[in-house]
């Protein structure tokens, strides 16, 4: 398969924890992107790659949220004391470069977290 | 700041009869706008998208959508609807100025299909 991939695909959490998501992208791609989206919403931009640079961050990434992109492949989002409003779906996705601001996004089947 | 709106938590349609899906969206400048699909345990999936020329777009699964500047809107539709179409829409937009890479998803509406 050669998709968006993430891991895991659900994580279950007690609040105070640390959690980490990783997300593969189409390999060909040097964009990445982080959403959030929960019951009843559209997907919420949390922040954007390009290769290994993070270029643009939503407010909505408090300091408790950390990403990377090392190499300019795969990414790690990292939710530090995590609190339960941070319950959510967890989505990734990538893009090709060209004509940047005009291409379609691919996404992960996403991160299912639980924070109790 | 840009925003979109989908006014329709659901919409109902009977099979072979034409769908809608509506959309309409605020950006400060002049948009790209994209609707993906979400099926049941599985991730968003592009289905088209308008960066300029025909206002009228093709997408995948025959669904086509229809930019109109002066109302603002992109209104998803098909056809002939097939109870296979039954999922979750969602209306993006994504502003078009240099670094514009962050892209706005409505709600979603959840559109049923009954055979």
């Known amino acids: 398969d050669t998709g968006v991939s993430q891991d895991p695909r659900h994580k279950i959490t007690k609040r105070g924890q640390n959690v980490t998501f990783r997300c593969d992208p189409i390999s060909e791609h040097n964009r990445l992107y982080w959403y959030r989206q929960t019951l009843g919403q559209g997907p919420e931009f949390l922040t954007y790659?390009?290769?290994?640079?993070?270029?643009?961050k939503s407010r909505l990434l408090s300091d408790r949220f950390s990403a990377e992109r090392p190499k300019g492949s795969f990414s790690t989002l990292e939710i530090q004391r995590t609190e339960q409003g941070d319950s959510a779906m967890y989505l990734c996705?990538?893009?090709?470069?060209?004509?940047?601001?005009?291409?379609?996004?691919?996404f992960g089947p996403g991160t299912r977290l639980t924070v109790t | 700041a840009q925003s979109v709106a989908q006014p329709e938590d659901q919409v109902n349609v009977a099979e072979g009869n034409p769908l809608t899906v509506k959309c309409t969206y605020s950006?400060?400048?002049?948009?790209?706008l994209f609707w993906y699909v979400q099926y049941p345990n599985r991730g968003l999936q592009f289905l088209l998208k308008y960066i300029t020329g025909d206002n009228l777009v093709k997408g995948s699964y025959g669904f086509e959508a229809e930019f109109n500047k002066s109302q603002t809107s992109f209104h998803l539709k098909k056809p002939s609807a097939l109870v296979s179409d039954s999922a979750l829409y969602f209306c993006a937009v994504r502003d078009r100025r240099a670094g514009g890479f962050k892209t706005i998803f409505g709600a979603g509406t959840r559109l049923f299909v009954k055979a």
């Open positions: 790659f390009q290769n290994e640079a993070q270029l643009e």
């Open positions: 996705a990538s893009s090709l470069a060209g004509l940047a601001s005009a291409n379609e996004q691919y």
């Open positions: 950006v400060s400048g002049n948009p790209y």
